[in-house]
């Protein structure tokens, strides 16, 4: 199957230059490009092609002027319009699988057998990662006896979150985010998403003219059954296995999760076979047929689906018959991942030396700062060898004066170290004039304090020039 798929339709493209405008223009998405016409025909010669390789794209607030969506890369930026939503979601669907299929996205609005070459080319195995890993998020217990799993819907934003990181070709974390119901909702978005069911819509007819020989003998039915599944593409084989594997799985607890075999037949059935003519009166005509056909499916997937095929390696590619667009895109695939890898690799080294220098910073800095300890140390040394010294000094002083004391407490309790007082003075050293006997009444002294004391003044000189009586 080609790569190339194609896309028209009318959308409004905003202008560049002075004024800014949207006008109405055909675009074509096909290959790795977008092209856009005045005109629908053929005739008319293109406006702009647009590389659709590498581009993001980035969905913008709607507005009374549409539902807008923007494709840019470090260099250009274009600006689209659509007339509704589900509109803007088909465009963006086709164009993300040009733009991120070679990064190991834009599995939403690519085939099971393009989602699992892409991402071979990046560690991938035989069916599409947001398979394996929705189901395997909710093959768990506590999660199989939810009520209503595949039948109550999730959170609508976190279903597209989830859907745009898987397209953009990211890792998302489904148990940070996710729930039950969000997870089995993107598991059907994806699986709506399909351009073609997941068994080929070329096996359609017979695989409903199968339910007649099945009902008329069970075990011949099985084994016409068994070989048309055989007739499926590989990657759509072990991805319609591990589905079926799952379901099964999923009504064995019914009585809880109240989602027995026909109700599962009833949400998985137009994704897992259906026709692509577009006739909704054979589509309701085969309704009940398709469903039959997926409960068989469900119930006999052992039989149905051997374990060996699981195994089955894809073949490498025959360049010989292979289609030459296909070719090309594989070739340009290669390319990109090989650009892509170059660029990481340049921008490792530009990191890498980045932080050798910041290293290299770090480092005398660390050798500053350990001189820097190191002269504090020897501070720190010194003044501790100071206090060492004052410590000793002040020991030596307490002993000094611990000893002077113990000293003076022995001299003043010994009498015989006390030195001998004065002899008293003899009455004449003391008081003169005083008898023997103590009498001191004719001492001097007394005799001076007891007489009374006469004063007479000087005479009076006479000043120069005055007249003294005689």
């Known amino acids: 199957m080609s790569m190339a798929n194609i896309t028209t339709g009318w959308l409004k493209k905003e202008t560049h230059g002075a004024l800014r405008r949207y ?94 070459k892409r991402e071979k080319l990046h560690g991938g195995r035989n069916i599409p990662k947001i398979i394996s890993q929705c189901i395997g ?110 379901l099964y799985k999923v009504q064995t607890f019914s009585d809880l999760n109240r989602m027995d075999l026909n109700n599962l037949a009833i949400v998985f059935s137009p994704t897992i076979l ?67 890898q170059a660029r990481e690799i340049l921008t490792k080294d530009k990191e890498i030396e980045k932080l050798r220098a910041q290293l290299a910073q770090s480092q005398n800095t660390i050798m500053e700062q350990e001189q820097t300890i190191l002269e504090q140390r020897n501070k720190i040394d010194q003044l501790e060898e100071n206090v060492q010294q004052l410590q000793t000094q002040v020991t030596i002083h307490k002993n000094a004066l611990s000893k002077l004391k113990s000293q003076e407490t022995c001299s003043g309790s010994s009498p015989t170290t006390t030195s001998p007082l004065p002899p008293p003075r003899s009455s004449k050293t003391v008081l003169q004039g005083g008898s023997k006997n103590g009498d001191l009444s004719n001492s001097p002294l007394v005799r001076r304090r007891t007489q009374p004391v006469t004063r007479t003044k000087p005479p009076v000189k006479p000043r120069p020039g005055t007249i003294c009586d005689p």
């Open 274 to 340: 259906k026709n692509n003519s577009g006739n909704l009166d054979l589509e309701m005509r085969d309704m009940q047929k398709l469903k039959r056909v997926t409960e068989i499916m469900i119930l006999n997937h052992e039989a149905l689906f051997p374990e060996d095929k699981e195994e089955e390696d894809q073949e490498d590619l025959d360049l010989e018959n292979i289609d030459p667009d296909e070719l090309k895109n594989l070739y340009t695939v290669k390319m990109i991942k090989y650009q892509v």
């Open 23 to 116: 006008e109405r223009r055909w675009v074509v998405v096909s290959g790795n490009s977008l092209s856009y016409f005045k005109k629908d025909d053929n005739m008319s010669p293109s406006l702009g092609i647009i590389d659709l390789l590498g581009k993001k794209i980035i969905l913008c607030a709607d507005t009374d002027h549409g539902y807008k969506f923007e494709l840019t890369d470090k260099d250009n930026s274009y600006n689209f319009s659509c007339e509704t939503k589900t509109e803007r979601e088909k465009w963006v669907d086709a164009i993300s699988c040009i733009s991120y299929g070679p990064f190991g996205g834009g599995m939403f609005g690519s085939s099971i057998e393009v989602t699992v």
């Open 137 to 246: 998020y909710l093959d768990r217990t506590s999660r199989l006896h939810e009520n209503g799993i595949f039948r109550l819907p999730g959170n609508e934003k976190t279903v597209k979150q989830l859907k745009m990181e898987f397209q953009e070709g990211m890792e998302p974390n489904l148990e940070a985010k996710g729930d039950t119901h969000t997870i089995g909702s993107l598991l059907k978005l994806y699986l709506r998403s399909l351009p073609d069911s997941v068994i080929p819509s070329s096996l359609y007819e017979d695989f409903v003219a199968i339910i007649l020989t099945y009902e008329l003998n069970q075990k011949e039915g099985l084994n016409e059954l068994r070989y048309l599944i055989n007739k499926i593409p590989c990657s759509a084989y072990n991805t319609l296995r591990r589905l079926c594997e799952f």
